[in-house]
């Protein structure tokens, strides 16, 4: 039997605040299979970002087991979750975090530069990717010279670069337009259908209905696992 792509079985997380101690996580149990479409969602204070925070391997349980594509996390040091999460995993946020005087092709190559890819093969593969993002023709501009949903893209090339197998993606349409939120989701399903595995944290109902499945957080636990019955396909 092959190994989820993300498992975590019954992780806590707390956190010392002061004199109180805080239970973001109180006994989280969940697989993520390859290839699925996921939706997390939730209140402020549920849990979900700190459980993407593990998944992401920013940071590690304090009880209970996670593993990422079959390797534990919870005795791993910095360097070796950052070398996990740089193989595996592409980040999307909702803020972009382009560089602001890079261009779009520069911006989608950084990523490669830790991965000690050589320079020539950085610009190859940055341009192939902006270009699968339909933006070839916008590979010298800043982020001020693109609207949100091109910046939104630049985001997305920039985190598939590397291969990844599996795409976090936080809030990623919450600074955009519903127009524009829907040609972002557009790209996530073509992704998905292409084999990556998508994991997707919003407060939106409707955008989790472009999801496969749903998962809801509630005071540090899961209230609700269930295949999404009204999916959107975006257009």
Request: negative net charge; aromatic residues 4%; charged residues 25%.
């Amino acid at each position: 039997m092959t190994h989820a792509l993300v498992e975590a079985r019954e992780i806590t997380k707390d956190y010392r605040m002061g004199e109180e101690t805080v239970h973001a996580l109180r006994g989280v149990s969940i697989r993520v299979e390859r290839g699925e479409f996921v939706a997390i969602m939730g209140a402020s204070g549920s849990g979900k970002s700190t459980f993407m925070n593990m998944v992401g391997c920013l940071d590690v349980p304090s009880g209970g087991a996670l593993l990422v594509d079959g390797v534990e996390t919870a005795a791993m040091d910095s360097d070796a979750l950052a070398e996990l999460r740089n193989r595996t995993i592409g980040f999307v946020f909702q803020q972009f975090n382009l560089l602001a005087r890079t261009s779009a092709l520069d911006n989608v190559a950084v990523p490669l530069i830790y991965a000690g890819v050589p320079p020539a093969e950085r610009r190859e593969r940055a341009r192939a990717k902006l270009g699968a993002m339909g933006l070839g023709d916008r590979l010298d501009h800043s982020p001020a010279k693109l609207s949100g949903g091109q910046q939104q893209r630049v985001a997305i090339a920039r985190a598939l670069v590397t291969e990844p197998k599996i795409l976090l993606a936080d809030e990623p349409t919450g600074a955009l337009d519903s127009a524009t939120s829907d040609e972002i989701m557009h790209i996530f399903q073509e992704r998905n259908d292409e084999g990556i595995t998508i994991v997707l944290v919003t407060h939106e109902a409707d955008i989790a209905r472009y999801a496969r499945r749903r998962i809801q957080f509630r005071d540090g636990r899961i209230i609700s696992d269930e295949p999404v019955t009204d999916r959107m396909i975006a257009a």
